[in-house]
């Protein structure tokens, strides 16, 4: 009897144990240096240390959280990119596959935490540059299903117009990533718009921050509460328009932070329509920077033509706002126009919306008249020949006008 309840508890621990290994939740934190601590007294009043003791105390959910950090003071988005990139922008750094997004994936994370607040700037590379590469980061851990969180920068001394950069690239990253992002800026800058480190949590270098820094962006860590938040970033539409190009309507987009599987369909309806319909879908190229996108409609319809854009993500669908064209038809267009084999004769193909008498010129290229004739045209399609063996080698125009003095104009040569 004993036997058999020694190996029901044996049997009860393994399940238990088991149960917590598959419960287990895993953070992995890449940076610099903050991330990595300096300027803490002690690893376990950084901000990272806190945020393992925070998961370590709050253990009514069972979950057994474990915080690994890979990062290395000095780096910079470059360092962190995964392993592969090459960066477009002669003599950036290689990404570091000791503290990239490739190392940081091969935990098998929960979540990904990116702090990397300063270093860019102070290295002289742009705002749109740090934003391009936390972008492409964070694309790619979102691609390999893994919920990524970027902190934003945080005061430095640096001379006014970095200081103004690092105040743009936080507002850039609490915009572009939202909920995905974590606000590392407020609680670390002075209120007199200088945007400087607050002496009471610099250590004194105007770099790095004390223990009371590290607490302040502990708790806004804490507070962004990373396991219950899992929703994707929303795809943002930058720009949509139409244009109306001779006789087409040429639409073009741009957006950024498409999620794998978005695609676009472009929807069209007349003045007089009630439903939008369909005319062309593509699939998001999926970078996570921003792209621009275009098609064109050969077809629009006479009159007012209304465009959206209806975007589907892999979580949800979302339509753009409605650009319009007016597009007024020619009553007619010149087809083609060819010199036969005879060479004798000009070969004319004119489309045109009704019957109608057009007028029909010949002119050089010194803009004279060399030959003007009347035509009767049908609504559709109509070809006649104009006589010009009489006409030497060389290029011409042919001119066509209709009775409201509407033209067209198309060059040959002889």
Not at 25 to 37: E, L
Not at 128 to 143: G, H, S, V
Request: net charge positive.
């Amino acid at each position: 009897m004993k036997k058999i309840l020694f190996y029901l508890l044996m049997l009860v621990n393994s399940l238990w144990l088991l149960q917590s290994l598959s419960a287990q939740k895993k953070v992995v934190v890449m940076g610099s240096s903050t991330a990595a601590g300096q300027g803490s007294s002690s690893p376990s009043t950084s901000w990272v240390g806190r945020l393992q003791s925070h998961f370590r105390k709050n253990n009514s959910d069972g979950l057994d959280t474990t915080v690994t950090s890979i990062a290395f003071s000095g780096q910079t988005t470059y360092h962190q990119m995964p392993t592969g990139f090459v960066s477009p922008i002669p003599g950036r750094p290689a990404p570091d596959p000791n503290s990239n997004v490739t190392r940081a994936l091969s935990f098998s994370p929960d979540v990904i935490i990116i702090n990397l607040p300063t270093n860019d700037i102070a290295n002289g590379y742009t705002k749109k540059e740090c934003m391009d590469n936390f972008r492409l980061m964070y694309q790619a851990i979102t691609a390999a299903n893994v919920p990524c969180y970027i902190t934003t920068s945080q005061p430095r001394s640096l001379s006014t117009a970095l200081k103004d950069s690092l105040k743009t690239l936080a507002d850039s990253v609490k915009n572009n990533f939202a909920l995905h992002s974590i606000d590392f800026w407020t609680d670390l800058v002075t209120t007199d718009g200088l945007n400087n480190i607050k002496p009471e949590v610099s250590v004194g270098d105007g770099i790095h921050i004390n223990d009371l820094g590290h607490n302040y962006v502990f708790i806004r860590t804490r507070d962004r509460n990373i396991f219950a938040l899992n929703i994707p970033l929303p795809l943002r539409l930058l720009d949509f328009k139409s244009q109306l190009v001779n006789n087409t309507v040429l639409l073009t987009w741009r957006s950024e932070l498409e999620e794998p599987g978005t695609t676009y369909e472009l929807q069209r309806k007349g003045g007089n329509g009630t439903n939008f319909q369909p005319v062309y879908t593509r699939s998001a190229n999926g970078t996570g920077q921003a792209t621009n996108y275009n098609w064109t409609d050969q077809n629009p319809l006479p009159g007012q033509n209304q465009y959206r854009l209806k975007m589907t993500e892999p979580n949800k669908e979302s339509y753009s706002s409605t650009v319009s064209v007016l597009y007024k038809p020619k009553s007619f267009d010149i087809r083609r126009l060819y010199i036969d084999n005879s060479l004798l004769n000009l070969v004319v193909q004119i489309n045109s919306q009704k019957e109608q008498q057009v007028l029909v010129e010949l002119i050089n290229t010194a803009g004279i008249v060399l030959l003007q004739r009347k035509q009767i045209v049908s609504s559709s399609f109509n070809q006649f020949s104009l006589p010009v063996a009489h006409l030497a080698a060389g290029q011409y125009f042919l001119r066509v006008r209709d009775a409201e003095n509407n033209y067209s104009v198309q060059a040959f040569f002889k």
